[in-house]
């Protein structure tokens, strides 16, 4: 089974553009997760998406934004780039989205803002 | 809220020394709690997670609830254990699943 996909891997871009990343799950997940990975943060939650919805969101900004599509694959969106959203955003997919589930990460997409 | 604590940024320990990841959480229902690793150059995967009581590659965990903790252990660390190391939380919010990690813990086993 494939495991989950992110494109791009690497993403360069100025302050002030916007930027969309993409996330296929492992096939038959349903649920979606992203994070952002920093050296002094470490991994914090952005919002989850089951079945198309919206479920959680952590503390970020409303420039962060995302959806998910009916195939389950999920788009993140950041528009209005600063230099501090620089990381590696992460997602992650499981079956459900129940207690006990684990997540499967991708690889993730590196960020540089200029 | 809840939150999750690893004191510990970097343990530094001998190959064949027993290692503890320290892990708090606060919550005041009954959380889930996992233990997420990430080797140099891989993807973050499960290492293993409370409800299935089992001991991967060598380590454990217990969940205190008195003490409101799931350390980490293993009693001979290897140096294929260098890696970072994420205690996370799952909660039900409407009966939905909820996850956060701690800032995590960078081991590094020497030989």
């Known amino acids: 089974k494939a495991g989950v996909t992110q494109t791009p891997r690497y993403l360069i871009k100025t302050r002030g553009q916007q930027v969309t990343l993409s996330c296929s799950p492992i096939?038959?997940?349903?649920?979606v997760s992203w994070y952002q990975q920093t050296p002094g943060q470490g991994l914090q939650f952005l919002f989850e998406?089951?079945?198309?919805?919206?479920?959680n969101k952590g503390n970020f900004p409303g420039r962060f934004s995302g959806r998910q599509f009916s195939n389950s694959r999920s788009e993140m969106n950041v528009s209005t780039l600063e230099l501090g959203d620089s990381a590696l955003y992460l997602c992650?997919?499981?079956?459900?989205?129940?207690?006990?589930?684990?997540?499967?990460f991708g690889p993730g997409t590196r960020l540089t803002v200029l | 809220a809840q939150r999750v604590t690893q004191p510990e940024k970097l343990l530094s320990v001998f190959k064949g020394a027993p290692v503890e990841l320290k892990c708090n959480y606060s919550?005041?229902?009954?959380?889930?709690l996992f233990w997420y690793v990430q080797y140099s150059r891989q993807r973050l995967q499960l290492l293993l997670r409370?409800?299935s009581r089992e001991s991967i590659k060598g380590f454990t965990a217990d969940l205190n609830k008195g003490e409101t903790s799931f350390h980490l252990k293993k009693p001979f660390a290897q140096e294929e254990d260098s890696a970072m190391y994420y205690c996370?939380?799952?909660?039900?919010?409407?009966?939905?699943?909820?996850?956060?990690f701690g800032a995590g813990t960078q081991v590094v086993v020497t030989p």
């Open positions: 996370a939380l799952s909660v039900t919010t409407d009966s939905w699943g909820k996850f956060q």
């Open positions: 409370h409800i």
């Open positions: 919550y005041s229902g009954s959380p889930e």
């Open positions: 998406y089951f079945s198309e919805t919206q479920r």
């Open positions: 992650a997919s499981s079956l459900l989205a129940d207690l006990y589930n684990e997540q499967f």
């Open positions: 096939s038959g997940h349903r649920s």
